[in-house]
């Protein structure tokens, strides 16, 4: 089917990409590392999987509290995706070929090509993939 673009957006204009906001992300964001700092504060679309509060429950769960901030920060500075079918699928097929990382990376991962947006992390198991900002040590 034929679309016609009635008002077409000008080259200037700046294309908003969607951010996949990783675990690692947060953990840093939370030490006061300046390198993530920009990603969680700025104006894109942020996204984080729930898969992340699985792991941020598993280790700072035990601290009720902490983790309760935890969440409410994460629910206030970006958008809380669940798995869904598609996600489920393509992170099964992301970790076969992923050589390091588990399936909460893989997760992670599948959220962001759902959603079209790239994924935000310095954890080395994502070094070298494509749609990854990877703000780690280098």
Known sequence: MYFQTLNPTPATERIEIALVLDTWTWIEYWKGDDRVRTYIERKETRITSMITIAELER????????????VSMIRSRSLLVPVDLVIARTAGSVRRQMKEGGIADAIIYATAL??????????PHFRGMPEVVFVGQS
Request: a positive charge; charged letters at 45%.
């Open 59 to 70: 280790f700072y769960g035990v601290e009720r509290e902490r983790m309760d901030r935890m």
């Open 114 to 123: 759902r959603h079209r947006a790239k994924v935000v992390t310095g954890d």
